[in-house]
């Protein structure tokens, strides 16, 4: 008969204690009684004097237990309750700072969106008709929208209560206005440039022209004294 290896069973089930301990914290700190109320509903009755024990790595898990925990903390795989914290935490962190890279770069997209969509409206309207007026109006810091946030920081019912995400928020939008408006400004400026240059090309090649259709014309002979 094979011996058993007791280091890896006594490993795998420290595992186990962590993972539950891990999971109930994640959860706003599950009791024990609501873990055990848990895995009632899921078809796996374990009173909670027997979930502490278990987490303190006091006794033996069941395979059904182990079937009950991972419906309960939604794990596709009964495995992966065997896999250290440490490793499940790394893995985690993975996959936030991806979606941290996904949700920059989306905010990133949608603000060159916002930029382009200003400067638009600004080279459509001019300043000096009815609709260029109300539409340079709405483009004020003032009216621009509001960031409603999931999770406000603060007390939500003292407006002066400070709030860094919401004041980043009106920052970024004030900033993406201003950016049209310089683009703007700075590319008629240059048109301006532009035709003042021209305009001032065609006046230097007029006064050549009449020079020199008055020296063409001037009488022969005719001498200055």
């Known amino acids: 008969m094979p011996k058993t290896n007791p280091l890896r069973a006594t490993q795998s089930e420290r595992n186990v204690a962590e993972r539950v301990q891990f999971e109930r914290k994640r959860r706003n700190n599950m009791t024990y009684d609501q873990l055990s109320r848990a895995l009632a509903r899921v078809g796996c009755p374990v009173a909670a004097s027997s979930l502490y024990k278990l987490e303190k790595a006091g006794r033996r898990i069941t395979v059904d237990e182990l079937v009950g925990l991972a419906k309960v903390f939604e794990l596709e795989d009964v495995g992966d309750l065997l896999r250290p914290v440490s490793a499940v935490i790394d893995e985690r962190i993975d996959v936030l700072l991806k979606s941290v890279d996904q949700a920059l770069d989306m905010i990133a997209k949608g603000v060159d969106s916002c930029i382009d969509f200003h400067i ?81 090309k065609a006046k230097q090649r007029a006064t050549a022209y009449r020079q020199r259709r008055a020296t063409s014309t001037q009488p022969e002979g005719r001498t200055k004294k």
């Open 120 to 200: 638009d409206l600004l080279e459509l309207s001019d300043p000096g008709n009815v609709a260029g007026q109300m539409v340079h109006g709405s483009l004020t810091v003032g009216d621009l929208p509001k960031l409603t946030l999931n999770y406000p920081l603060g007390n939500e019912d003292d407006p002066k209560t400070p709030n860094p995400v919401a004041d980043a928020w009106d920052a970024l939008a004030a900033a993406m206005l201003h950016t049209a408006q310089y683009e703007v400004t700075s590319k008629r400026e240059a048109e301006q440039r532009q035709r003042d240059s021209a305009d001032q």
